[in-house]
């Protein structure tokens, strides 16, 4: 017969046993973990919940960043199994990519408050004074594209021009979310921003013509070192997918093709 110390342990240990073996029914937790551009983050947001209602006990842990960090991130293998960036990002990191397919485009825009105090019209405008701008820093990738509608610009406006804007550079930022910020703030009365950053209730938009502008492509790519490479990838199958391109034109993307 055993002693009462011994039962003890003995119904500690088949306890412990039990709450080791995963009863029937229940949910195994499995998290994807998602680099984004950050100027992605709404219309990412919401097909994440589509994604997660069809895959239960899936959760994605999405980070919404600029594309050097997640080009850096990429690069030294820190965790992620999918990523959403900007293809100038995967095509130098091609070798630690998989899957790698457009989903998006985006073009430039200008972004001013609702009264318009600097009385930008054009892109010419965002050189005259009274002008605060916000603009990628040089290393990003929203302020490299910044950077070549300036110089498109600067073939009709002159070197002037581009001297006249980079007096009127206020807010510099990696992250265009953040660059869109200091407009919403008031750090800055216009900025060089995605056209998916466009809200009406916030701001005027300036078109940016043609001739200037530069139109973007944005892939997904799956990573080598992806701990859920095939839910990763059926992330990204919904986002090229149909679904998933009806939410990115919503948020004012375009077609990848």
């Given amino acids: 017969m055993l002693s009462m110390p011994i039962k003890i342990a003995a119904v500690s240990a088949v306890a412990l046993l039990a709450a080791a073996i995963p009863q029937p029914g229940a949910a195994a937790s499995t998290e994807i973990v998602a680099l984004v551009a950050s100027n992605a983050k709404g ?38 199994d999918v990523v959403l960036v900007g293809s100038s990002t995967t095509d130098k990191e091609s070798q630690m990519l998989s899957n790698v397919t457009p989903v998006l485009r985006n073009k430039e825009v200008i972004l001013v408050p609702k009264n318009n105090p600097a ?49 009127n550079i206020k807010v510099q930022a990696e992250k265009g979310s953040d660059i869109v910020a200091a407009v919403a703030g008031g750090q800055a009365n216009a900025a060089i921003a995605f056209e998916s950053d466009k809200d009406d209730s916030k701001f005027i938009t300036i078109p940016i013509e043609d001739k200037f502008n ?12 992806a701990k859920n490479g095939a ?12 679904d998933g391109q009806a939410v990115l034109k919503k948020f004012n993307y375009m077609s990848p093709k």
């Fill in 214 to 225: 530069v139109v973007s492509t944005y892939n997904m790519g799956v990573t080598k070192n």
């Fill in 43 to 80: 219309a990412f947001t919401e097909i994440i919940k589509e994604f997660e209602s069809k895959h239960k006990g899936v959760t994605v842990m999405a980070s919404y960043l600029g594309g050097t960090t997640i080009g850096k991130m990429v690069d030294e293998q820190e965790r992620a």
């Fill in 119 to 167: 009385n930008i019209k054009t892109v010419k405008d965002i050189g005259n004074k009274d002008v605060k701008l916000a603009i990628g820093t040089p290393a990003s990738a929203v302020g490299k594209l910044a950077s070549q509608v300036i110089q498109n610009a600067a073939a009709v406006y002159g070197f002037e021009f581009v001297k006249d804007v980079r007096d």
């Fill in 231 to 242: 839910l990763a990838k059926e992330l990204l199958d919904l986002v090229a997918g149909g």
